[in-house]
């Protein structure tokens, strides 16, 4: 016969399964030590699922003798009473989970919905939206802009196509229209009664200079060539407007024709 109890040793409480053989105290399972009432608890409750078989499917705690089982058997030559069990069917392991892909689908969803809410959807160009949905998302360049989007579960236009994007934005006034609905949207949720202009430099990896990207006052002190880039925000810090000057334009003189670029896009809005 099996029991399961408690048992001091060193301090601790010993929890052990045990059986009685020919008068004699024979462990057969040592469950664990205790140091606390929780912990005791729970070994105890570990016990009994042991000796009552919970935990498995046989605990021996007694040599007792293994009963054969008869069947019913019908005369020779007649169908049995019961039909014979089928054969049990080896269980196949199940196949590992596999992830074929990954994609942050809720930053694209997000950074769209944004785009669309500010009116840009009005330019009706899906290849310029990708473009600056991988933008925003992360600042990678125009040809890593697949991987970009792929990331983001959106399949986006070939190169050739995002160039062409580009060129229809030069060519259709696209930083008007935005400008416009910039100031539409500040206009409304944003507050106008005061605007802020800053200015910075960016530096270009071209090995010569041409007639925007040229060498100038620097902020890094780089002597390599450089844009001037200009951006003009509500007093919230909305952006409403954003230039870009000649590299070795001074940056006391674009505040003007920012200010006027802006003016300008605002009266078409």
């Known amino acids: 016969m099996g029991s399961a109890g408690p048992h001091e040793v060193g301090g601790a409480t ?7 053989v020919d008068g004699r105290r024979r462990i057969v399972k040592h469950v664990g030590s205790a140091h606390d009432e929780a912990g005791l608890g729970l070994l105890l409750e570990q016990a009994r699922r042991l000796a009552r078989g919970d935990l498995q499917d046989e605990l021996d705690l007694a040599h007792a003798a293994v009963v ?5 058997l019908a005369k020779p030559g007649d169908r049995g009473l019961f039909d014979a069990p089928a054969p049990r069917r080896q269980r196949e392991p ?11 689908d809720l930053s694209c969803r997000l950074v769209t919905g944004v785009y669309e809410d500010l009116g840009f959807a009005g330019l009706d160009d899906g ?13 990678t360049s125009l040809l890593d802009v697949d991987r970009a989007l792929a990331e983001l579960g959106q399949p986006g236009a070939s190169l050739s196509g995002r160039k062409r994007a580009l060129k229809r934005c030069l060519a259709g006034d ?6 416009g609905w910039c100031f539409a949207h500040a206009g ?13 430099t960016l530096r270009t990896q071209a090995a010569k200079e041409d007639e925007f990207r040229k060498v100038g006052f620097s902020k890094d002190r780089s002597v390599d060539p450089q844009v001037v880039v ?10 409403l407007e954003v230039a870009c000057f000649e590299g070795k334009h001074p940056e006391t003189d674009t505040i003007v024709p920012m200010v006027n670029q802006f003016g300008t896009a605002s009266r078409t809005s």
């Not at 199940?94 to 942050?104: E, F, I």
């Not at 200009?230 to 952006?239: A, K, S, T, W």
């Open 68 to 72: 054969p089982r008869g069947r019913l």
């Open 174 to 179: 696209c930083r008007g229209q935005l400008a």
């Open 94 to 104: 199940a196949p590992a989970p596999q992830v074929p892909s990954t994609c942050s």
């Open 14 to 20: 010993a929890v052990q399964v045990a059986e009685w």
């Open 230 to 239: 200009g951006l003009l925000v509500d007093r919230g810090g909305f952006p």
């Open 127 to 139: 290849a310029f939206r990708d473009l600056v949905v991988a933008r925003v998302v992360e600042a």
């Open 188 to 200: 409304s949720a944003g507050d106008l009664s005061l605007v802020l202009h800053d200015v910075t």
